[in-house]
C-alpha cells in the first residue's frame, strides 16, 4: 500500500499524559499536513511542513502540541498534558508542492485520540 | 479567506444523479474550487478542482457558474459507496496551500 498511513489508528489516554502519533506520507510528497477532526465538523489545519521545515502553525495549535518531520520523510505529533478536549480524530494529508490549482492531498485513515 | 455555504444533507435514489450546490459569494479571483468527500470512518479525498471552466474526471462533474460565485459538484449516477459528506473548499494560492474545510454536505443515498 503506498498511500498515507497513520499510527495507531486509536489512543484512549487518561486526562494530563502525553502522547505521539506518526504519519508516514507518499514518499515522493514533499508537502506535509496535519488537521484535526471533531465529531459532526469538518477538518482543521493544525500545521504543515515543507520537507522537514515547519512553515504554518494554526492558532489551533497551542503549546501542548508540537509536531516535527526530521529528514523530511515521517512525521510525528505530540500531546503533552492531554485535556479533555483534545479528543479528536487527528488527520495527517500529504501532497507535492504546487499552487492551489494543483497538489492534490491525499489523506490517512486518522488517528482517533479519546482523553479521559 | 472566503467562506462557502453548502446544504447540510441531500438524499438521493441509487442509480439517479445527484447535483451537489456550493455557494462561495465572495471568492476572489485566485482561488480554486476544490470539492473532497469523506467516507465514513475515513479520511477526505480528492474529488474534483476548477477555477473558471467546467472540469470532468471519472469521478464527478464541476460545473461553475459564469461569475465564480456559486458550484455544483455532480455525481452522474449515484451508487451506495458515494455516501459521504462532501466539502467545497476555496483553496487560494499562497504559500501552504492547506485547506479549509466547512461543514460539507452529507449525501444519503437509498437503494
Known amino acids: 500500500d503506498t498511500g498515507v498511513s497513520q499510527d495507531p489508528r486509536h489512543k484512549i489516554t487518561k486526562r494530563g499524559q502525553n502522547v505521539t502519533f506518526r504519519c508516514d506520507p507518499i514518499?515522493?510528497?514533499?508537502?506535509l499536513y496535519w488537521y484535526r477532526q471533531t465529531l459532526g465538523q469538518g477538518p482543521e489545519f493544525l500545521t504543515y511542513f515543507q520537507n522537514e521545515a515547519q512553515l504554518e502553525k494554526s492558532r489551533l495549535l497551542s503549546d501542548r502540541f508540537s509536531a516535527e518531520r526530521p529528514k523530511g520523510s515521517f512525521s510525528t505529533l505530540e500531546i503533552q498534558r492531554t485535556e479533555q478536549g483534545d479528543s479528536a480524530m487527528y488527520l495527517c494529508?500529504?501532497?507535492?508542492?504546487?499552487?492551489?490549482?494543483?497538489?492534490?492531498?491525499?489523506f490517512g485513515p486518522g488517528t482517533r485520540l479519546t482523553v479521559l | 479567506d472566503a467562506k462557502t455555504t453548502q446544504p447540510n444533507s441531500m438524499e438521493s435514489n441509487e442509480e439517479e444523479p445527484v447535483h451537489l450546490p456550493c455557494n462561495h459569494s465572495?471568492?476572489?479571483?485566485?482561488?480554486?474550487i476544490h470539492w473532497y468527500r469523506q467516507l465514513p470512518s475515513q479520511g477526505p479525498e480528492y474529488v474534483i478542482h476548477g477555477l473558471t471552466s467546467n472540469v470532468n474526471n471519472r469521478m464527478a462533474s464541476l460545473a461553475i457558474a459564469e461569475d465564480r460565485k456559486s458550484s455544483t459538484l455532480i455525481l452522474h449516477r449515484a451508487t451506495l459507496r458515494d455516501a459521504a459528506v462532501y466539502y467545497c473548499?476555496?483553496?487560494?494560492?499562497?504559500?501552504?496551500?492547506?485547506?479549509?474545510f466547512g461543514g460539507g454536505t452529507r449525501l444519503m443515498v437509498k437503494p
Open positions: 473548499i476555496l483553496r487560494r494560492d499562497n504559500a501552504g496551500n492547506m485547506l479549509t
Open positions: 494529508a500529504s501532497s507535492l508542492a504546487g499552487g492551489a490549482g494543483v497538489g492534490e492531498q491525499f
Open positions: 514518499s515522493e510528497h514533499n508537502r
Open positions: 465572495t471568492i476572489s479571483g485566485t482561488d480554486y
